[in-house]
Structures are given as C-alpha cells and as structure tokens.
C-alpha cells in the first residue's frame, strides 16, 4: 500500500513537472511570418530573436530565470496576427513579443496589445502615425527613412530629380508613406502631374506593364526617380524585371525602403547596380560593433544549419532593429527588477545599446522610437550596399508627420490610458 502511494505521488509529481519547469523560464513570444509573402523577409527575424535569447541565456538569463522563446507563425496572414498574438500573451503568458512586419499585422494585433497591457517590440521601418504605450518601434520613422531619401534623390548628389514615381504594395505603410511624401514633395513645389502613385497586390508578380509605365512617364524630359515600398516576395520579380526591361539607375533611380541584404539573395544584382536603399543600417558597414554582431550571426547560422544563411550569411537592418530591441528590453527587465509591462516601459526610457550601425542606439525618453542614423546606399554586384549618404549623427523620430496638417498639436509621446 505504501509503494503504491508513493508510485502514485511520483507520477503526480512528474504530471507538474513541465508546469515547475515553465515557472523557472520568462516565456518571450515571437510572432513573425515563416510562410506565405512575407516569409522571405521575417524569417530571419525568428531567427535573430533566438540567437539573443542564447546569448541572453548563456550569460545567465534574467533574473535567474533563463528566457524560453514561444515561437508561431502567422502565415502573412494578418486576421491570424491577432489571433496569435492573443495565444502567446493569454495561453503561453509571455512576458513580451518581438515580431511584425507589415503595419497591416502591426495594426492588427495593437488592440490585443492595449487591451492586455502587454509589450510589443516592432523592428521595421513604417509610416509612422502612431503611438502606443504597448508598442516599441525599434525600426524607422518616415523622417528616418522615406524624407531623408527623397531629399537626396532631388539633391544634384543624388541626379535632381523632379519627376517621383511612389510605387507600393496595396496597404496601409506604403500608402500612409507615400501620402506623406505627396504633401513633402507639394511642400517642395513639385506639383501632382509630376507624381505617378502606383500600387499592387501582396504577392503580385508580373511587373511588365509598370516598368513599362515607369520608363514612358520618365520619358517626358524631367528627370524622374522611383520611391518603391512594394514588400515580401514581390521585390523580386520587380527588380528582375527592372534588369530585363534595362532600367538602369543612371535613367531612373529606385530607392527602396523594404529591400535589403536578404531580399536581394534571390536577384541576379548586377543589372541593378546603382539603384539605391534606405536604411537604418546595411551590412557593409566597417566598424568593430558590426563586426562583432556579423560574426556572432554567422556562427549562429552555420551551428544551427539556417537555411540560406548557413552557407551565405547575411545581416540586415530589421535584424539589427530586431537584435537592439531585446537586448534593451533585457536591460529593462533588469533594471526594473520585474518583467511587469508598466515597471519595464518606465525603465526603457533612456536606454542605450551600442549599435551594429555605429552608433549608439537610444530609445527616446517619451515616444518609444530610437533615435536612428540614416544612410542611403547604392546596390553592388554581389547584392551588397555601397554607402553614399549619411545622416551626422542620430536622428530623432516624428511619430507624427509634420506635413500632415492633422497632425499639429499632436503630443510625441503616448497617451496615458
């Protein structure tokens, strides 16, 4: 009878044993497309995450807790964001989520976030527009990225243009975007006839008419220049078909604000030299932080055999946006002693990271962006980034565009709920 109960207290025991394990673990979500359109782009992002965790783990965790990463895949399918976002903060109790892409699945999970309190680190460059307690944005701002851009594309270093074509995918970041540089380029005298707006679907393919399109509207004497925010897979048919049509950068530049280092794997690059990104930070990048963070990616790739990466390892800007935003948020976490979301949002205030760009990253004091430099780069033959541009120094975000007229009065920071 003894043996018995004691057989039965150790199966018991063994029933509870996941759930005391699951105690001594911080659960960390991670929320990022491994399927569909976007796949090609937030892949790698899942895959950065939990190279930091390691690293974050191998120095002891946080709080003497090691960090478990909870991983799904939304699919590029934005309704699913939502519904995902929900499993990882109400069924798996994560204490924070890295993830998103698209503004379309950032927008869709924001109300799960607020309505939770719960923390969103968002690590590429977007519209800007908004503002949340819940969220930080690690990527670009538009003043950041998409006006630094066209500045120097109308600047005589960057050919003068006075003709812009704003092409994108179908949704809410490209259309925001370009809303913003249309009231930009009118605050610079370039009126609407000099403006083509174009835009396609997720996952479209053929690019033969707008190319064609592209090179008759650059054909009618003014210099003319293409801002493109198409996103995922569709990148590379457009630049294939830039190649075959012999669209080259010196007749009309395009400048890409969602086309890095990883979008570029699968383009033959040599048709595109010249034409041009925008980013945050490229890969090409010399200094010894960079280094250092290329080579930590590089060993992690090959030990974990990723696709791709493990025989052509890349670095890219979301990665690095990706890489700052939970090494803050572990310093966070220890600072504030607790991964409570008001005790951690208080203590990212001020944080700094040194930066794989060079910099010394920042997370601004109130509005939950990074103060970021800006460097423009032109497209090399083997899908590098030749710098030709930079900002001085860092610069600090404008959730809200100033060439919005609705925006004046707005506060840069969130509002308290």
């Known amino acids: 009878m003894l043996r018995r109960s004691a057989l039965a207290l150790a199966a018991a025991a063994s029933l509870f044993a996941p759930a005391a394990f699951a105690a001594d673990t911080i659960k960390v979500g991670v929320l990022h497309s491994l399927s569909g359109t976007m796949?090609?782009?937030?892949?790698?992002?899942?895959?950065?995450?939990l190279m930091a965790i390691d690293e974050i783990n191998a120095k002891g965790g946080l709080l003497g807790k090691?960090?478990?990463?909870?991983?799904?895949?939304p699919a590029s399918n934005w309704p699913l964001f939502a519904e995902k976002a929900k499993q990882l903060i109400s069924q798996?109790?994560?204490?924070?989520v890295f993830g998103c892409w698209t503004s379309v699945s950032r927008k869709s999970v924001l109300p799960v976030f607020e309505q939770t309190n719960s923390l969103l680190?968002?690590?590429?460059?977007?519209?800007?527009?908004?503002?949340?307690?819940?969220?930080?944005?690690?990527?670009?701002?538009?003043?950041?990225?998409?006006?630094?851009a066209v500045e120097y594309l109308m600047s005589k270093d960057g050919g003068g243009a006075k003709r812009f074509v704003l092409l994108g995918t179908d949704y809410v970041y490209p259309r925001t975007t370009n809303k913003i540089l249309r009231a930009f380029l009118h605050s610079k005298g370039i009126k609407d006839e000099d403006i083509m707006e174009e835009y396609t679907p997720f996952g479209h393919s053929d690019y033969q008419s707008i190319i064609a399109k592209i090179k008759k509207f650059s054909a009618e004497g003014k210099k003319t220049a293409v801002v493109s925010t198409i996103n995922g897979d569709s990148n590379v048919p457009f630049y294939k078909e830039l190649g075959n049509q012999g669209l080259k950068a010196t007749d009309v530049p395009v400048v890409a604000f969602s086309v890095g280092e990883e979008e570029l794997r699968g383009v033959d690059a040599k048709p595109l030299v010249?034409?041009?990104?925008?980013?945050?930070?490229?890969?090409?990048?010399?200094?010894?932080a960079n280094d250092a963070f290329i080579k930590k990616w590089s060993d992690y790739a090959k030990a974990k055999g990723i696709a791709g990466h493990k025989d052509k390892p890349l670095t890219n800007d979301p990665m690095e946006a990706t890489y700052i935003g939970i090494n803050m948020w572990a310093q966070a976490?220890?600072?504030a002693g607790?991964?409570?979301?008001?005790?951690?949002?208080?203590?990212?205030?001020?944080?700094?990271?040194?930066?794989?760009?060079?910099?010394?990253?920042?997370?601004?004091?109130?509005?939950?962006?990074?103060?970021?430099?800006?460097f423009i780069g032109e497209v090399k033959a083997d899908?590098?980034?030749?710098?030709?541009?930079?900002?001085?120094?860092?610069?600090?975000?404008?959730?809200?565009?100033?060439?919005?007229?609705e925006n004046k009065g707005k506060k840069d920071e969130p509002e308290k709920k």
Request: proline share 9%; aromatic share 10%.
């Open 39 to 49: 796949a090609i782009s937030e892949t790698v992002l899942k895959d950065t995450v």
């Open 66 to 73: 090691k960090l478990e990463p909870v991983v799904v895949d």
């Open 92 to 96: 798996d109790k994560v204490a924070v």
């Open 121 to 148: 680190f968002y690590p590429v460059q977007y519209e800007g527009e908004e503002l949340s307690k819940n969220v930080f944005y690690t990527g670009a701002a538009p003043n950041q990225q998409a006006i630094p």
């Open 274 to 288: 010249g034409h041009l990104a925008a980013w945050n930070y490229f890969m090409s990048i010399k200094n010894p």
């Open 333 to 335: 976490v220890k600072k």
């Open 338 to 374: 607790s991964t409570d979301t008001d005790k951690v949002i208080a203590a990212m205030a001020g944080q700094t990271f040194p930066a794989p760009s060079g910099i010394t990253s920042k997370m601004d004091e109130k509005n939950h962006h990074l103060h970021k430099s800006v």
């Open 383 to 405: 899908g590098q980034f030749n710098v030709v541009w930079k900002t001085p120094g860092p610069v600090k975000a404008q959730p809200w565009s100033p060439y919005i007229p």
